[in-house]
């Protein structure tokens, strides 16, 4: 008896920080709060390549991926979502979207103090500057790789 694939949606979520601020988007959806840069995957598209593009086309801002924070993978039924949050930097000094389209309404940099006197979408925008301002570990992005890549040097 042969077992059906699991459909599985792959998102990415961002944390740019810029020294002590972080780049939040402020959502077209979701009652307008804001969140980190974050979207779903294309086909064909790598993770890494996703997080770029959604950083760029909602937050207005070229990155640098630096590692990954977490990997998520949380099974619903016949369904499955991965999440992959990423840490990085900007590559520049553009400044934040302030222009509204369909990808959010502006983006801005805030402190955590900034943060407490924002509509935020969920919790864990906080949870996770916190993580960071504590030192919690952050992993390489050679986690992900292409199946058959060598192991290579572990450094």
């Keep these: 008896m042969s077992r059906q694939p699991i459909i599985t949606f792959y998102f990415v979520l961002v944390v740019v920080r810029y020294h002590h601020r ?3 988007i402020q959502e077209p959806k979701y009652g307008q709060n804001w969140y980190f ?8 598209e ?3 390549a996703a997080a770029v593009r959604e950083t760029l086309e909602e937050g207005g801002i070229p990155i640098a991926l ?8 949380t099974p619903v039924k016949d369904k499955a979502r991965f999440r992959v949050i990423f840490l990085a930097h900007p590559l520049d000094d553009t400044a934040p979207k302030s222009i ?3 990808e959010s309404l502006r ?5 955590r103090e ?4 924002l509509p935020l979408r969920a919790q864990e925008v906080c949870e996770i500057c916190d993580y960071l301002a504590s030192g919690g570990p952050i992993y390489p992005l050679r986690l992900l790789t292409d199946k058959g890549s060598p192991f290579g040097c572990p450094h």
Aim: aromatic share 8%; with cysteine.
């Design 114 to 117: 900034e943060m407490k006197k």
């Design 66 to 73: 630096d590692g990954i924070l977490r990997i998520e993978h």
């Design 22 to 24: 972080f780049l939040l």
């Design 46 to 48: 790598t993770l890494m």
């Design 37 to 44: 840069p974050h979207g779903k995957v294309d086909p064909g």
């Design 100 to 102: 509204a389209d369909h």
């Design 107 to 111: 983006a801005g940099w805030f402190c």
